[in-house]
């Protein structure tokens, strides 16, 4: 299993300002993933994120918006840039290990950064 | 899009059988079914998942049809702590794939 980190847990920030939100696993792992989870709604994938490779976005979602970092095998961050209300969400860190479930690629969650956009 | 459906909402008694149900009609030979929760404020957690066969855990009991179109997993003494929404995904037992969330089902364990 994995242990999984992040930073901050919630935040209140103003329209058009940046954020960064920090995911630490405790132990190395090759596929890191960012999710968001809008008010109400369930989880949908922002992006992919290998470790010396660059960050693979889902459709409807650009670099320029979500720009990632993966400098080590423990390490993310995500950063919600130019902030919108619309931004407003709960976001994710995840990463694939076999856990107690015995499954290959078995999804481990951060609690999730909760973004509030004013 | 997911590639599952599920009832949006369902409620059980404290102490009696949840019974989850998802259809999966277009599952194919090599996807897995997975089931994850999601107790409020927190992230997903893995619950059970199963290819063919029946499958049971400490947490709960996954049911797969004989022609894995639909599964139903069962929480046998459902507590108000199994109050969540559960997620029924289907996916290929691989690092590289990704979990597709579908809206879930939330379950409402009442005293």
């Known amino acids: 299993s994995a242990v999984i980190s992040q930073k901050p847990s919630r935040d209140i920030c103003q329209r058009g300002t940046s954020l960064t939100i920090q995911c630490q696993v405790d132990s190395q792992v090759t596929m890191m993933f960012w999710y968001r989870q809008q008010p109400g709604q369930s989880l949908t994938l922002i992006a992919t994120?290998?470790?010396?490779?660059?960050?693979?976005?889902e459709s409807g979602f650009v670099i320029d918006k979500f720009p990632i970092s993966r400098p080590n095998l423990t390490f993310s961050t995500l950063t919600v840039s130019n902030m919108s209300p619309e931004d407003s969400s709960i976001y994710l860190c995840?990463?694939?290990?076999?856990?107690?479930?015995?499954?290959?690629?078995?999804?481990?969650f951060g609690e999730g950064s909760r973004l509030t956009v004013l | 899009d997911a590639k599952t459906t599920q009832p949006p909402s369902m409620d059980c008694a404290e102490g009696r059988a949840a019974n989850l149900p998802c259809n999966h009609s277009t599952i194919s030979g090599n996807e897995y079914v997975y089931w994850y929760r999601q107790i409020h404020s927190q992230g997903p957690q893995y619950i059970i998942h199963g290819l063919k066969n029946n499958e049971t855990n400490e947490m709960a009991s996954l049911i797969i049809t004989e022609d894995r179109k639909s599964s139903t997993l069962i929480l046998p003494h459902a507590t108000l702590r199994d109050t969540a929404v559960y997620y029924c995904?289907?996916?290929?037992?691989?690092?590289?794939?990704?979990?597709?969330f579908g809206p879930g089902t939330r379950l409402s364990v009442l005293p």
């Open positions: 995904i289907v996916r290929v037992d691989s690092y590289g794939q990704n979990f597709v």
């Open positions: 995840s990463v694939a290990g076999r856990g107690q479930g015995r499954v290959a690629g078995e999804l481990f």
């Open positions: 994120a290998n470790q010396g490779s660059e960050a693979t976005y």
